[in-house]
């Protein structure tokens, strides 16, 4: 079983910037993918950003160029830098991660909030 523990949420001004980190308590390095996807009130979850073993990433259209993803195997950590923050990034974002046994864990989610 792997645990993940999201940190980095916070309320933010539009055009802000915040971290998000995401620490796993086993080794990233095995794992097949891990990423962010983020869930705003009466809207679905949606995939933000995800990055594959080899280290290749996905972005939901809505975030490229504003977001990136990025891991650190030593620390067993994933970040999400978000920049240029709008209040339609407002929602709780999940870090998830899948095995090479298509198993799927989460992460209890952290609050990021844009508003003036």
């Known amino acids: 079983q792997v645990q993940l523990v999201e940190s980095g949420g916070d309320l933010v001004q539009p055009g802000g910037s915040l971290r998000l980190s995401c620490a796993a308590s086993?080794?990233?390095?095995?794992?097949?993918?891990m990423g962010w996807y983020r869930q705003a009130p009466g809207k679905d979850r949606e995939l933000v950003a995800q990055?594959?073993?080899?280290?290749?990433?996905t972005y939901a259209d809505s975030v490229k160029g504003r977001f990136t993803i990025s891991r650190d195997n030593a620390k067993n950590t994933i970040y999400l830098q978000m920049n240029s923050l709008n209040v339609e990034d407002t929602a709780v974002y999940y870090c998830?991660?899948?095995?090479?046994?298509?198993?799927?864990?989460w992460g209890q989610g952290t609050q990021v909030t844009v508003s003036s």
């Open positions: 998830r991660t899948t095995t090479w046994r298509s198993l799927t864990y």
């Open positions: 086993a080794s990233i390095s095995v794992l097949k993918t």
């Open positions: 990055i594959y073993s080899g280290h290749s990433t």
